[in-house]
């Protein structure tokens, strides 16, 4: 073990999770976050593991990837799946949290750790070794310029959407119906917002001639967008029927008071336990405010609506993870030192907190003299490392974890029906990742 604690840079969904499984594998750990003494853009609280985009932690089935990747996590003793379970809210074949409830979890359990110290200060160089950088894609100027030194190169970056999220107590529900596409989950665990081929066609007209906010003079070179959260004008500007077939479809849902399916639906999923607050689904903008209010209130049932929380888009950096990390994720200049989160190339909140759990577990193994190999590339978690460290590094690009990503062994090739299939890889896998962590923990 090392001589004094093992320190964790950033508190958000890896950080958390990086400094809980250090812990629980017996390692004192001294996790540091800057929040409240420096802020960032878009937090709101101090809170650790707060989600500032979507409360979706997206599909829960085993048949889906990210369903995948969550009981592997889980079967390993994720925090952040802990929480997420404990904060569940009505989001049909998907896993949402109440997001206040989520974050004050996840703190909770992370500072009442007894092999872990908090300390409120940001870092602005990079820290002696051994350590763990989870600063995230905010990552304050001081540090994100001592890591560009270090590697040679600025970092990528790409551009972020969060949807609005408006009061309940101000939607018309007599305009609305509840039902979750094809009757998943709860059956009836979404609101929405029926729309015939004359208000879409209105609604999309709108929404282009809408004033939008302008990217600041830095911002403007890297105007990109990542292709998993496109702002919701953005992807009307690819065509006049892009939405109907995109967040607004319409498929697998039905109009009680017509009994056919609406030329185009908008959703609005629960985003807290009370149901007061609700997210319009896919609608991540960069609108200005009043624009949104404008625009958005064309939405029926949504007339009046009153907004908790505006749409916006930030800034996200990353490191090109291929030409700098090694399979243990640690930086190849200086291997003291592991990535973890969305600064490494990941996308999306489990796959964040997934490279946190396995910045832990290696360091952790790597503390006690074991050098084990990262997860093999037919678990989610080993397909997440050949992402980040077996790709090309020219054109890398963020990417959520999917089956593409995730090897399938030979003898599961020749099942033709691809639920069998992936439902049979998911149990290889899950074997397969309790088999690593028997070894690990050796």
């Known amino acids: 073990m090392s001589a004094g604690p093992v320190l964790v840079v950033g508190a958000g969904l890896a950080g958390s999770e990086a400094a809980w499984q250090l812990a629980e594998a017996g390692v004192e750990v001294l996790l540091v976050e800057m929040r409240p003494v420096r802020p960032t853009p878009v937090h709101a609280t101090d809170r650790f593991a707060e989600l500032v985009c979507s409360n979706s932690l997206r599909g829960d089935a085993l048949t889906n990837a990210v369903g995948l990747l969550k009981r592997e996590m889980e079967s390993l003793g994720s925090v952040v799946l802990r929480a997420a379970r404990e904060s569940a809210v009505p989001a049909g074949g998907a896993l949402a949290v109440d997001r206040e409830r989520f974050a004050a979890t996840v703190t909770e359990l992370v500072t009442g750790h007894p092999r872990i110290t908090v300390e409120r200060r940001e870092v602005t160089a990079l820290p002696e070794p051994p350590a763990i950088l989870a600063t995230g894609p905010l990552t304050a100027e001081p540090l994100h310029r001592a890591l560009e030194e270090l590697l040679g190169e600025g970092s990528l970056a790409f551009f972020d959407?969060?949807?609005?999220?408006?009061?309940?107590?101000s939607l018309d529900m007599d305009r609305l119906f509840r039902a979750s596409r094809w009757g998943r989950g709860g059956g009836d665990d979404y609101l929405n917002a029926p729309m015939d081929r004359e208000a879409y066609e209105r609604f999309v007209r709108e929404l282009l001639e809408a004033e939008k906010v302008p990217f600041r003079d830095f911002e403007a070179e890297a105007a990109c967008y990542f292709e998993g959260c496109l702002p919701i004008e953005v992807m009307a500007e690819r065509g006049p029927d892009t939405l109907r077939h995109g967040p607004m479809k319409p498929v697998g849902l039905t109009d009680p008071r017509t009994g056919r399916r609406p030329w185009a639906v908008v959703q609005l999923r629960q985003d807290d336990l009370a149901a007061e607050h609700w997210n319009l689904v896919g609608f991540q903008t960069k609108l200005t405010r009043p624009e949104q209010r404008r625009v958005f209130r064309m939405i029926p049932g949504l007339e009046e609506a009153r907004f908790v929380r505006y749409g916006m888009i930030h800034r996200n950096t990353f490191v090109n993870a291929p030409a700098h990390l090694d399979?243990?994720?640690?930086?190849?200049?200086?291997?003291?030192?592991?990535?973890?989160?969305?600064?490494?190339?990941?996308?999306?909140?489990v796959e964040s907190a997934a490279t946190g759990l396995l910045a832990g577990r290696l360091l952790a193994a790597e503390l006690r003299g074991r050098h084990q190999a990262p997860p093999p590339p037919g678990t989610a978690l080993g397909a997440l490392v050949r992402h980040l460290t077996a790709r090309r590094p020219e054109g890398f690009q963020p990417a959520n974890v999917?089956?593409?990503?995730?090897?399938?062994?030979?003898?599961?090739?020749?099942?033709?029906?691809?639920?069998?299939?992936?439902?049979?890889?998911?149990?290889?896998?899950?074997e397969a990742i309790r088999e690593w962590a028997r070894r690990l923990e050796r």
Request: net charge positive.
């Open 327 to 349: 399979p243990f994720l640690r930086i190849r200049k200086a291997p003291g030192l592991r990535l973890a989160g969305q600064i490494t190339g990941v996308e999306g909140y």
């Open 161 to 169: 959407a969060v949807a609005p999220i408006v009061a309940a107590d």
């Open 402 to 430: 999917s089956w593409g990503l995730i090897r399938c062994p030979l003898e599961l090739i020749h099942i033709r029906d691809r639920n069998r299939r992936r439902l049979a890889q998911a149990a290889a896998a899950l």
